[in-house]
């Protein structure tokens, strides 16, 4: 059961880092990040990733696994040398703790620094957002403050840039300037940059709803992006001592998601025992496509249900695991019954 385990981890872990890759470079091809940035983003996101892809390999190794001893007629020669089946299952029963403690460790401890400092890249790396080198002709949505940039045309020979619209958007705040040229002053300190604007309009809303629009010869604005924003409070970086003492819907939903991870990597663990008990010379893959529906089910349930304790409709998100843990109670009882 390990060595399916351990292949399926490396395989699923590949095709994450693929798909990550994938996607920061599309964002690195707009020139919103550089290499390292893609890199360190691409390596967070993997680790974030696996306090769901374990349970998942976790999953399919034990299918895999017990469905070779079972097609292979092995588990009929051990009940013949008189070995139970629950001696067979010590050893799984151990690599599945194993598995759900260091998911939860994952969870609790690896997860909200993963995206501490995942949320403080993406702002370092939009930060050094340089409008001499952004894409011209397409717009630039950053994540950070709610930034959008676009530059219809720039001159080759110098930093002059033609149909400029810059927008900052945070909380009720919204500012939005555009002109019809401007030219980047970068200074020797990297908060000193400047750009001065020509024939600019401006639009600023406050946060009492007080509107301001304003059209100006000459407009001489920080550049949006070459200081960091303070990432502030996010749900998914708090510390789980703080989501303990927390009562908004948020970071409620974001603790028991946490805590629900390890006990999702021994529930799928359980249901892999009796999915694995396959007929001899079925196959050990004849049950790959129930286990993949149950998974995908189960998963949406508990996507769903974590939707609604964010949105204060449902107090816990516990709905889910324990239909789970219902399910494999039945079909443990009706194998027991039947003498599967």
């Known amino acids: 059961m390990t060595r399916p385990f351990l292949a ?18 599309s964002e690195a091809n707009e020139g919103v990040l550089n290499a390292d940035s893609v890199f360190r983003l691409t390596g967070l996101k993997s680790l974030i990733a696996l306090e769901v892809l374990l349970p998942i390999a976790l999953y399919i190794g034990f299918i895999v696994g017990l469905g070779r001893l079972y097609s292979d007629w092995e588990v009929v020669a051990f009940r013949a040398s ?130 301001m629009l304003a059209a100006l010869g000459e407009l001489t604005v920080k550049v949006p992006g070459f200081e960091p924003d303070e990432v502030g409070y996010k749900t998914k970086a708090a510390a789980t001592a703080d989501l303990l003492h927390s009562e908004e819907p948020k970071d409620q939903a974001e603790l028991q998601w ?43 349930v508990l996507g769903i249900v974590r939707s609604g304790v964010e949105q204060g409709s449902l107090e816990h998100l516990w709905w889910a695991p324990l239909g789970l843990a219902a399910l494999l109670a039945t079909v443990l009882l009706l194998q027991r019954r039947v003498g599967i």
Do not use: C
Request: aromatic content about 8%.
């Open 82 to 211: 008189g070995i139970s089946e629950l001696r067979l299952m010590l050893p799984a029963l151990f690599v599945a703790a194993l598995v759900a403690i260091a998911t939860s460790f994952l969870s609790l401890v690896i997860r909200p620094w993963a995206y501490t400092q995942l949320y403080d890249t993406e702002a370092q790396a939009e930060a050094g957002t340089d409008l001499t080198t952004l894409p011209t002709g397409q717009f630039h949505a950053l994540a950070s403050g709610g930034r959008t940039v676009f530059v219809g045309e720039r001159d080759a020979d110098d930093a002059e840039m033609h149909r400029v619209f810059l927008r900052r958007g945070k909380g009720e705040e919204l500012e939005v300037v555009s002109a019809t040229s401007g030219e980047l002053h970068e200074a020797a300190q990297g908060d000193d940059h400047t750009l001065e604007l020509k024939n600019a309009v401006i639009y600023k809303q406050g946060k009492d709803g007080r509107e």
């Open 8 to 25: 399926v981890s490396l395989l699923l872990v590949s095709v994450f880092i693929a798909y990550s890759l994938a996607r920061y470079l």
């Open 258 to 300: 946490r805590l629900s991870n390890a006990v999702s990597a021994l529930l799928l663990a359980g249901v892999a025992l009796p999915l694995g008990r396959t007929r001899p010379r079925s196959g050990r893959y004849a049950r790959i496509i129930i286990a993949a529906v149950i998974y995908a089910v189960y998963y949406n």
